[in-house]
T-cell receptor, first 112, second 112 residues
């Protein structure tokens, strides 16, 4: 049971570099989400995709872009990484409203 | 804007004693979720509360929801070391296609 798979698990970038975080789910869920987790701040929503073909901004979208490639995959791109984007990034998915979101193992990203 | 406040943010528990974590939220919602996160790990869904008066129990944990007071509680009975973790509540934002607003989390440490 893979659930929600995130790659990579760890990454170190230099300021200004770009990278894409990958997320795939095998539960046939409609909705997918990207969060960042910083100490003492809980999880903050970056972008979400309510269904295949749609994406929308969350609470902290600046500096990020997303692509819902198909129903399974939802990627997060940092075009020009900044030290303020050092965080743990979680991808999640859910089947419908009223159901819990299922989380991946996270990507620990450091930007120097 | 929906705000979700948890308290306390840190809770030192003695084994065998009972404790409560509180989750208050600022606007109307009928759905609330509790998650557990172990250090360096992903989030695990504990409870889904979908209506006023809902009560769910699993082992030493019991969660309840009062939508009129905009309050959920997570009660821990006879704490044991294995319950050491960070607990998050998340509120379903109404009419938002399943977007959640998370609390900051309560770090629980259980000692003998």
């Amino acid at each position: 049971n893979a659930g929600v798979t995130q790659t990579p698990k760890f990454q170190v970038l230099k300021t200004g570099q770009s990278m894409t975080l990958q997320c795939a789910q095998d539960m046939n869920h409609n909705s997918m989400y990207w969060y960042r987790q910083d100490p003492g701040m809980g999880l903050r929503l970056i972008y979400y995709s309510a269904s295949e073909g749609t994406t929308d901004k969350g609470e902290v979208p600046n500096g990020y872009n997303v692509s819902r490639l198909n129903k399974r995959e939802f990627s997060l791109r940092l075009e020009s990484a900044a030290p303020s984007q050092t965080s743990v990034y979680f991808c999640a998915s859910s089947t419908t409203v009223g159901q819990p979101q299922h989380f991946g193992d996270g990507t620990r990203l450091s930007i120097l | 804007e929906l705000k979700v406040e948890q308290n306390p943010l840190f809770l030192s528990m003695q084994e065998g004693k009972n404790y409560t974590i509180y989750c208050n939220y600022s606007t109307t919602s009928d759905r609330l979720y509790w998650y557990r996160q172990d250090p360096g790990k992903s989030l695990e869904s504990l409870f889904v509360l979908l209506s006023n008066g809902a009560v769910k129990q699993e082992g030493r944990l019991m969660a309840s929801l009062d939508t009129k007071a905009r309050l959920s509680t997570l009660h821990i009975t006879a704490a044991v070391h294995d319950l050491s973790a960070t607990y998050f509540c998340a509120v379903d934002i109404k009419n938002s296609w399943g977007k959640f607003q998370f609390g900051a989390g309560t770090q629980v440490v259980v000692t003998p």
